[in-house]
């Protein structure tokens, strides 16, 4: 059972377009939410992280929002570029102890 | 920088073949972690390493084992390999709260 879900599975927006990514999770003891960014012969590299304790964590474009009450978050990525084109995976953990990835979203920006 | 390496980075084998990964880490952590990459499934957690000689399983550990004999370095290893285990292989280690990632290991066993 997929405990951490991702949506869409794929997504393409023009470039300088708002890109959303959505994330869900089941288990109510996850507290800590890393979001990475992998390109294609890459390994994941953490892109921004967020705890159960913030409802929302900014850096430059990519934005966390964070609903503890419906166990769901979603990360925003502003006025997107080409080089944003990845795939973007969402986790969750307990206090940083083994990491539940989502199934990740293909994000493709058309310039 | 934590720097996490792996080698191969490209590997063919044959049904049946052993097959050896090698990660490598250059801050001492005593923990490091073995993921396997297959599309729609994201990451699948293998193993854990606690320190040497001290491993866990992970999620799916069947048809693996993993030897850690020195703190820099964790080996997965595969008996007899399978087609099914055709994947892209990461090992990882840990940071403040989030883990770093190798360069992985594409493995085709035909």
């Known amino acids: 059972q997929q405990q951490v879900r991702q949506s869409p599975q794929s997504l393409t927006v023009w470039e300088g377009e708002t890109a959303i990514l959505n994330c869900s999770y089941e288990?109510?003891?996850?507290?800590?939410f890393p979001w990475y960014q992998q390109f294609p012969g890459e390994g994941p590299a953490l892109l921004i992280s967020?705890?159960?304790?913030?409802d929302k964590k900014e850096d430059g474009r990519f934005t966390i929002f964070f609903n503890k009450r419906e166990k769901k978050l979603s990360l925003h990525i502003t006025d997107s570029q080409p080089g944003d084109s990845a795939t973007y995976f969402c986790?969750?953990?307990?206090?940083?102890?083994?990491?539940?990835f989502g199934t990740g979203t293909s994000l493709l920006v058309d310039p | 920088d934590m720097k996490v390496t792996q080698m191969p980075r490209y590997l063919i084998k044959r049904m049946g073949e052993n097959v050896l990964l090698e990660c490598g880490q250059d801050?001492?952590?005593?923990?490091m972690y073995w993921y396997r990459q297959d599309p729609g499934l994201g990451l699948q957690l293998i193993y854990i390493?606690?320190?040497?000689?001290?491993?866990s399983e992970g999620d799916i550990p069947k048809g693996y084992r993993v030897s850690r004999k020195k703190r820099e370095h964790f080996s997965l290893i595969l008996d007899s390999a399978k087609t099914n285990q055709t994947s892209v292989y990461f090992c990882?280690?840990?940071?403040?709260?989030?883990?770093?990632f190798g360069p992985g290991t594409r493995l085709t066993v035909l």
């Open positions: 801050m001492s952590h005593e923990t």
């Open positions: 967020i705890s159960s304790v913030s």
């Open positions: 390493s606690y320190d040497v000689d001290s491993n």
């Open positions: 288990d109510s003891t996850f507290n800590y």
């Open positions: 990882a280690i840990p940071g403040h709260a989030e883990q770093f």
């Open positions: 986790a969750a953990s307990y206090m940083g102890y083994k990491l539940t």
